[in-house]
């Protein structure tokens, strides 16, 4: 079993940064492809931010562009999401997820249905 803990969220002014932290535990010595979401009070899970298992492709929604960072960290199975200039519409709860299942090592994923495991999420808020 493989669980998923997203820490780093809070209250910041737009313009702040913001450095999210995701780490799995379980039994499992391997790494995985990673994923960053976002969900806003009445709106749907939005992809954020993905990383290959092997750390070489990486892919971004295009609002979040040249603004946020998605990384391998330090320790085994711990993905980042650096989050610089934020603004007010990148409020939202922040989910990081892992997929399980067998992948190439260069592949990476936008789609939710695509990922197994899930963390509990991390609130963001950037007031004005």
């Known amino acids: 079993q493989v669980q998923l803990v997203d820490t780093g969220g809070g209250r910041v002014q737009a313009g702040g940064s913001l450095r999210l932290s995701c780490a799995a535990s379980g039994r499992t010595l391997t790494t995985y492809p990673m994923g960053w979401f976002r969900q806003a009070p009445g709106k749907e899970r939005e992809f954020v931010a993905a990383?290959?298992?092997?750390?070489?492709?990486?892919d971004y929604r295009e609002s979040v562009k040249g603004r946020f960072t998605i990384s391998r960290g330090n320790a085994k199975n711990t993905v980042r999401l650096e989050m610089n200039s934020l603004k007010p519409e990148d409020t939202a709860v922040y989910y990081c997820?892992?997929?399980?299942?067998?992948?190439?090592?260069?592949?990476?994923?936008?789609?939710?249905?695509?990922?197994?495991?899930w963390g509990q999420g991390t609130q963001v808020t950037v007031s004005s």
């Open positions: 990383l290959s298992r092997s750390g070489d492709s990486t």
């Open positions: 997820a892992a997929r399980g299942r067998p992948t190439y090592g260069s592949t990476y994923y936008t789609d939710a249905r695509e990922y197994d495991y």
